[in-house]
Nanobody, 117 residues
Framework: QVQLVESGGGLVQAGGSLRLSCLAS????????MGWFRQAPGKEREFVAS????????SYTNSVKGRFTISRDNAKNTLYLQMNSLKPEDTAVYYC??????????WGQGTQVTVSS
């Protein structure tokens, strides 16, 4: 069973940067499609970005394109989300998730990102 642990969240001013990490346990991390999601207060969880097993295919929600970069290091069992030019509307709890099978069904505990104006 895969376990995911996020880190790297914090408080940053608008225009600043943060890099989130997600460490996965287990030996099959490299075979999973991985994603980042976020949930702002009072809102539903939303998709942010995804990356395929090799790292060559990525996808982003429109609101973060050009600002966020998803990447992975399969040798370190780690998923990353580099977030630049942060905006107050990026404030949310960020979750990493693994798609095992046909849906995202394994989630981390989340890490808080707060962007002040």
């Amino acid at each position: 069973q895969v376990q995911l642990v996020e880190s790297g969240g914090g408080l940053v001013q608008a225009g600043g940067s943060l890099r989130l990490s997600c460490l996965a346990s287990g030996r099959t991390f490299s075979s999973y499609l991985m994603g980042w999601f976020r949930q702002a207060p009072g809102k539903e969880r939303e998709f942010v970005a995804s990356i395929n097993w090799s790292g060559y295919i990525t996808s982003y929600t429109n609101s973060v394109k050009g600002r966020f970069t998803i990447s992975r290091d399969n040798a370190k069992n780690t998923l990353y989300l580099q977030m630049n030019s942060l905006k107050p509307e990026d404030t949310a709890v960020y979750y990493c998730a693994a798609q095992i099978g046909t849906s995202y069904n394994t989630w981390g505990q989340g890490t808080q990102v707060t962007v002040s104006s």
